[in-house]
């Protein structure tokens, strides 16, 4: 996300505050958190994936164990 996506969510934020959205920037608005939101929980989900956990006798771990299909 750039850094003017970023303003603009601000941008309207603070407009919000002041009057009414728009329809269109209601759904500007509604695009670019979910854009935020979205790309916050993939760089979110690789440092979980890729964390792991050393156990008091020296072991690794995992933090999350993916899980196995089921048949």
């Keep these: 996300m750039t850094k003017e996506q970023i303003e603009r969510i601000n941008v309207l934020a603070r407009l919000s505050r002041e ?12 695009v670019l958190r979910r854009q935020y939101i979205d790309e916050f929980k993939a760089n979110l989900k690789a440092t979980l994936d890729n964390t792991y956990i050393q156990e008091p006798d020296g072991t690794k771990r995992k933090l999350k164990q993916k899980e196995t299909a089921q048949k």
């Design 19 to 30: 009057r009414e959205l728009i329809e269109e920037e209601l759904e500007e608005q509604r």
